[in-house]
């Protein structure tokens, strides 16, 4: 009987190797699996490869108890499946202990906005009076110009960026995207590269376009606070993360006339039903406008 530890390095390895998973999503599936292995070592199991579909929903309702989000649990079940997938596949385990468990409905959940005000006010917060300021006047003007996500802004190198075509290069999961930029987003960027980068960087052979001050690759937490401190000087009340302004970016985008698979395209969501929530968006606040403006609404 392979020990838990050994099943869930086999397993990160698969996800590596085989499936290709970005870097977040295996850490979420260890994460769920490494909670779910600690449940059956405390539930006196000796292998989470010997478990049965009895101690998998008993672990669901554990959750539930817990008061883990519905989105939560489904995370966890649909981990648990292709872990016990992938046992199954490896003639480990005979059957899936957690093929038949269906996660309770979740109400989906729009995502949150900024208005166009709101960004013109977060994005005026950075002061271009240090490499400091010019770097992060740069990410945030890149990140509503492209909508890319935050682990492709902090991957981004030197070789990704064209500034005389006005473009950026995305990767994700094997495939590459072109993305444009508005002429502010160029301008924001070419100074950064040009005048605080240089002043910013510890290593001239570091790859990463954007550095902390100690001038090493900006990570996913160090931009979290630079976009929380800014929302504060901004005073916008709503809870702002780093992927609302890649909501805001298609949100504005099919509001003013982009088709939604251009939109598609350039999020690099894979299937288009991904972007079709945004049309939801678009469509609230359409009604929102005509309840306040419309004189019988």
């Not at 049965?52 to 989000?69: L, P």
């Not at 959940?109 to 005026?124: D, H, M």
């Not at 995207?177 to 570091?206: C, G, H, K, T, W």
């Not at 929302?231 to 609302?244: L, N, V």
Request: net charge positive.
């Amino acid at each position: 009987m392979l020990t838990n530890s050994i099943c869930i390095n086999n397993f990160e390895r698969y996800l590596a190797d085989e499936k290709q998973v970005s870097k977040n999503t295996l850490l979420s599936y260890i994460r769920d699996i490494t909670q779910f292995a600690r449940f059956a070592e405390h539930e006196k199991i000796s292998s989470v490869s010997d478990v049965s579909q009895k101690q998998v929903e008993d672990y669901v309702q554990w959750m539930k108890r817990n008061g883990k989000s519905v989105s939560t649990v489904s995370r966890s079940i649909a981990s648990l499946k292709c872990f016990y997938g992938y046992l199954e596949s490896e003639g480990i385990i005979r059957g899936n202990p957690a093929e038949s468990i269906i996660p309770d409905k979740q109400q989906k959940k729009l995502p949150q906005i900024l208005t166009g005000a709101e960004v013109e006010r977060l994005l005026n917060q950075p002061e271009l009076k240090d490499a400091k300021g010019y770097r992060d006047k740069a990410m945030l003007e890149l990140l509503y110009a492209t909508g890319i996500r935050v682990s492709e802004l902090i991957d981004l190198e030197e070789r990704d960026i064209n500034l005389a075509a006005g473009i950026i290069r995305c990767e994700s999961k094997g495939k590459e995207r072109f993305i444009p930029m508005y002429p502010v987003a160029i301008r924001a960027l070419s100074a950064y590269m040009e005048y605080a980068r240089p002043q910013l960087v510890a290593d001239p052979n570091e790859k990463a376009v954007f550095v902390n001050i100690s001038g090493e690759k900006m990570s996913r937490q160090g931009f979290w606070k630079i976009i929380k401190h800014y929302k504060e000087m901004a005073h916008i009340d709503k809870e702002i993360t780093p992927h609302t302004l890649r909501h805001s970016f298609a949100a504005h985008l099919l509001e003013n006339g982009a088709d939604l698979r251009s939109i598609q395209e350039m999020l690099g969501h894979a299937d288009i039903s991904s972007t079709q929530i945004y049309t939801q968006l678009v469509k609230n606040k359409l009604k929102d406008v005509y309840n306040r403006a419309h004189p019988r609404a």
